[in-house]
């Protein structure tokens, strides 16, 4: 028994050891390489399930179904890997991660168990993602974080700018995460009390590319840095701050930090007009 236990006890440390991986399969139609409207809606909830996970690198390769030439099928199979790297950008995905995209042309009839030609056709239209996760988990540290009712109650002027450390944004939507809540509450608290301070709330995102807005997925439209920043404007005038004396705008990706992709995902704000604090 002791034996039988020791055996038992190895193989769930290897099990353990192993690197988990995050998998997830996008079919397209026939010499398509569009995500159809179904598979974006699948592709977004395993973009949930990744929320959270600190990747490592993300794998795409591009296939096809046995028809069309061997240049042909090479062409379209690296269109549908490039396809899934766009979406990945527009959702927030750090590209640096992306180590591979490829397009490995079409799969065998064979290799599919499946009678049905059309149905084996249709599972070898795809593109397969594999993520992987840091193993073991990285231990990063956090950077120290100022305390919003501390910079705000202190002296300003017309041109400074203050990043909302503690306000952090889910990936690919305009709602803050739960532990940016009580932030957000002491912004409300010192804004009502410092009634001279008007300002500009910037919204930011992570990692698209070439500078552009990322996609909010709860409206499809490529306007997040926007709706994060109107997100704290409808916040701070729900708790009564006077709306004439703050706008808000969206910056796209035109300022990016570094660093990790979540301090990205952020919101800023540009002091317009500061009286002097008491």
Partial sequence: MKKLAFILMLITQLISAQVAEYRHEVYFETDEYIVPPTEQYRLLLFFSQLEGVDIEKIAIYGFTDDRGSDSYNMVLSQNRANSIKEIFSNNEFDESKITNVDGKGEILLKLVKEADISKIRGLNRKVEIIVMPYNPPRKIVEPEKKDIKTILTGELKAGDKIKLENILFQTGYSAILPESKKTLEDLA??????????FTIQGHV????????????????RNLSVSRAKFIYDYLAKKGVDTRRMKYVGMRRKFPLGGEPKYDRRVEILITY?????
């Fill in 274 to 278: 500061a009286g002097k604090s008491e």
């Fill in 206 to 221: 992570c990692c698209t590319q070439n500078s552009r807005d990322a996609i909010d997925r709860a409206t499809n439209q």
């Fill in 189 to 198: 608290e010192v804004l009502l009390t410092r009634s001279d301070i008007y």
